[in-house]
């Protein structure tokens, strides 16, 4: 699914829990992004990581956490502290260095109930 | 930080009219701009990038200008055909240890039939 799979694709969670974004890419690409993307806001970036094990936190990291134990994998944990997390989170990499775009997930929707 | 600036915001042509979607940025050091195409419910896919070294680049029916001195780029569709009707984004990478791009906040192109 283009090399890089979000799961899952819709999310419920109730007030006060964490929940986890999965993120998974198979290109070979160093750098992976989190972005949060509202209607009319565009894309805010979360968190970014260039290497294994550092990221570094974007715009809006607050109330997130972010692990880069292996070079394919970036979950997202949406923890009780976002207090409006209801948004569609996509989840992307890219090559290394100048002039690469990005390959984006399909997505995760994420709802609180 | 970067700061990307996209008008309009909504844009309606007839098929088989030109559209035109323009950016503005802060930071001369960027160096590389992207275009993504975000079709309803689907993940954001680059259709055309520009590097800072090139003036204008063009792909079928689709080309981006930039302006270096102004800090701005346009992404020029020609001959519109309904398949275009999407969400555009343009995209700004200031270099540096840490690359990110910063993303502009979207036009929604309807193209009439």
């Known amino acids: 699914d283009g090399g890089i799979t979000q799961s899952p694709k819709y999310l419920f969670r109730k007030e006060g829990q964490n929940v986890t974004l999965s993120c998974e890419q198979n290109l070979n690409h160093d750098a992976m992004y989190w972005y949060r993307q509202d209607p009319g806001q565009g894309l805010r970036l979360i968190y970014y990581s260039q290497i294994v094990n550092d990221f570094q936190k974007g715009d809006i990291a607050e109330g997130y956490s972010v692990s880069r134990e292996k070079k394919e994998s970036f979950p997202l944990t949406v923890t009780s502290a976002q207090k409006n997390p209801t948004a569609f989170y996509l989840c992307?990499?890219?090559?290394?260095?100048?002039?690469?775009?990005?390959?984006f997930g399909s997505g995760t929707r994420l709802t609180v109930v | 930080g970067e700061n990307v600036e996209q008008h309009p915001s909504t844009l309606s042509v007839q098929e088989g009219d030109s559209a035109v979607i323009k950016c503005t940025y802060s930071?001369?050091?960027?160096?590389?701009f992207p275009w993504y195409k975000q079709e309803l419910g689907k993940r954001p896919q680059l259709i055309i990038d520009?590097?800072?070294?090139?003036g204008e680049k063009k792909d079928q029916r689709i080309a981006v200008t930039l302006n270096k001195t102004a800090k701005h780029f346009s992404l020029h569709i020609t001959e519109t055909q309904p398949e275009d009707s999407a969400v555009y984004f343009c995209a700004a990478l200031l270099p540096g240890g840490y690359q990110k791009v910063t993303f502009g906040t979207g036009t929604k192109l309807q193209v009439i039939p």
């Open positions: 992307a990499s890219s090559s290394s260095g100048i002039g690469y775009g990005y390959t």
């Open positions: 520009i590097r800072s070294n090139v």
């Open positions: 930071d001369s050091a960027s160096n590389y």
